[in-house]
């Protein structure tokens, strides 16, 4: 079994804002730690394209997927190096409605990308499984779309409340790909997420600081970081507890064996916010377990 791992895992926020390890560094590392693939970030598609190709090369990786937003552009970046898809780390809505737009915005963007041959798909936090109007606003972006597909990332899943499996069965052929990360705590899927149509409170934590001075753009990581601090936002990572731990609430055989029930493979990538571990330790970990233990 072939399990990926987001960029994301290496650098973090750093990542987001050219900082951290390079691209090859990463690629490198996670080689090492056992990984068969990566998914990237927007940040990581700076590099040119035929470095890129040359560092998957020399480590014997390859690309399934990225986490941005489906521009044209990213799409055509993709494709050249051979990925499967284009995956929307989120966007914010927050009723039926919104989700409908959402849902067609994402048809849309898979129309965009069929020529090229990169699937579109949408990830999902806690906050995707907010009810409205007695359903989970998630589901409606699912029912009222039908060209693009879903990442779901099973631990945010777990911990809003909802058990992957029974939810990959019910909404069978739309999972291109799952996010895996350990859960032991059902916490809900929270407040009223934000609205697509109002000015995010506080804006865009990394708009513009791209453009600063490496000084200023570490100063502003730590102002970052302190709101991890707070310890209603640090619950949110509490459940990252280790792969198949004895406190885990998820089936991870148990969700292969809905996925298997599907016409198409959906690929694996482990991406964790929080380590239970010292983090290279925690991602090997997770890998081998995985290999191990799923059939």
């Known amino acids: 079994m ?6 994301y895992s290496f650098g973090g926020i750093e990542s987001y804002l050219g900082l951290g390890p390079s691209l090859l560094e990463k690629f490198q590392k996670a080689k090492s730690l056992g990984y068969d693939f990566v998914e990237l970030l927007p940040s990581d598609l700076e590099n040119d394209t035929e470095d890129i190709r040359k560092w998957l090369a020399e480590t014997g990786l390859t690309v399934s997927s990225i986490h941005a937003e489906p521009t044209e552009d990213v799409v055509k970046k993709m494709a050249e190096l051979g990925a499967q898809a284009v995956i929307w780390a989120g966007t914010p809505f927050n009723s039926t409605e919104e989700a409908i737009e959402v849902a067609q915005q994402l048809d849309a963007m898979a129309e965009m990308a069929a020529p090229y ?24 972006v699912i029912e009222n779309s039908s060209k693009c597909f879903f990442q779901l990332d099973c631990g945010w899943a777990m911990n809003a409340g909802t058990w992957p499996p029974s939810f990959i069965r019910r909404y069978k052929n739309r999972f291109i790909a799952i996010h895996v990360k350990e859960n032991c705590r059902v916490a809900g899927p929270g407040p009223k997420p934000a609205s697509r149509h109002e000015e995010r409170k506080g ?23 302190k709101r991890f601090e707070d310890p209603e936002h640090a619950k949110r990572f509490d459940p990252q507890c280790r792969m198949g731990a004895e406190e885990s609430n998820i089936s991870w055989q148990e969700i292969k064996n809905a996925l298997d029930e599907q016409d198409f493979e959906a690929f694996w990538v482990v991406e964790r916010e929080g380590f239970y571990d010292e983090h290279d330790k925690c991602l090997a970990e997770d890998c081998a377990w995985l290999k191990e233990n799923i059939r």
């Not at 990169?118 to 589901?139: A, M, R």
């Not at 804006?203 to 200023?216: D, I, R, S, T």
């Open 117 to 140: 041959g990169i699937k579109i798909g949408y990830h999902n936090h806690s906050s995707e499984f907010f009810v409205d109007q007695g359903k989970p606003i998630l589901e409606t």
């Open 2 to 7: 072939k399990i990926g791992i987001g960029t």
């Open 203 to 225: 804006g865009n934590p990394f708009a513009g600081l791209k453009e600063l001075p490496v000084e200023e753009r570490l100063k502003a990581i730590e102002e970052i970081k």
